[in-house]
């Protein structure tokens, strides 16, 4: 069987976890391949999607006005794995902070969590840390760039990591939100932990 995975593809580090993810299908020897999102009717015959980072609101209404926010609800509704990393985050969630409301973003509502979309500051206060995550022995290195983080979950998520008292990695039945950017780095143990939750 070939596993076919989406990248939404209308703004954002699209190519790092499009290279990224292709990196780990070979290590995963798995016959598959990974395709660009831009436009509707690709979603259905994806097995797994991930919405990079990048500008949320720009994400967001550009998948709206091309169909595709309805095609991802209908997608976590067959349970298929779905990634937002970053803006991807803040994407998921089912409510936004007051930066969130006053740009009239739209939100797809898939994850039970509130978040904020630049908690730890602006693109000069970008930085790297060693993670602790609980899907993993040791650490992860994380780099987040102007990032969000979940403020509040209910008991139906599971919280994979936090950062100063903040949530930045969490996952809910096939849905996976992370602050940081994994895609940057080398350590590819995240994308086959996303993989293995089809």
């Known amino acids: 069987m070939t596993t076919r ?3 939404i593809a209308i703004q954002g580090d699209v190519e790092e976890h499009v290279i990224a993810l292709e990196k780990t299908l070979v290590e995963r020897r798995e ?4 395709v660009k999102i831009k436009h509707q009717g690709i979603v259905d015959s ?12 720009t994400i967001g209404r550009l998948m709206e006005r091309e169909g595709i926010f309805q095609e991802l609800k209908e997608a976590a509704e067959e349970e298929k794995p779905i990634w937002g990393t970053c803006a991807g ?3 998921l969630a ?3 902070d007051e930066e ?3 740009t009239g973003q739209p939100l797809l509502g898939l994850m039970d969590v509130k978040v904020k979309r630049n908690a730890f500051g602006r693109q000069r206060e970008s930085f ?3 993670l602790k995550m609980s899907i993993f022995d040791g650490y992860f290195h994380a780099v987040f760039i102007r990032a969000p983080a979940i403020t509040y979950a209910t008991d139906s998520v599971e919280v994979l990591a936090t950062l100063n008292g903040q949530i930045v990695a969490a996952k809910q039945k096939n849905i996976l939100a992370l602050s940081f950017h994994p895609e940057l780095t080398v350590d590819r143990r995240i994308h086959h932990y996303f993989l293995d939750l089809g």
């Open 5 to 7: 995975i989406g990248v």
């Open 94 to 96: 089912k409510e936004g």
């Open 100 to 102: 969130v409301a006053k």
């Open 89 to 91: 985050m803040v994407l």
């Open 31 to 34: 016959k598959g391949e990974v």
């Open 128 to 130: 790297e840390v060693l």
């Open 46 to 57: 994806c097995d797994a999607i991930v919405i990079p980072g990048g500008e949320s609101t």
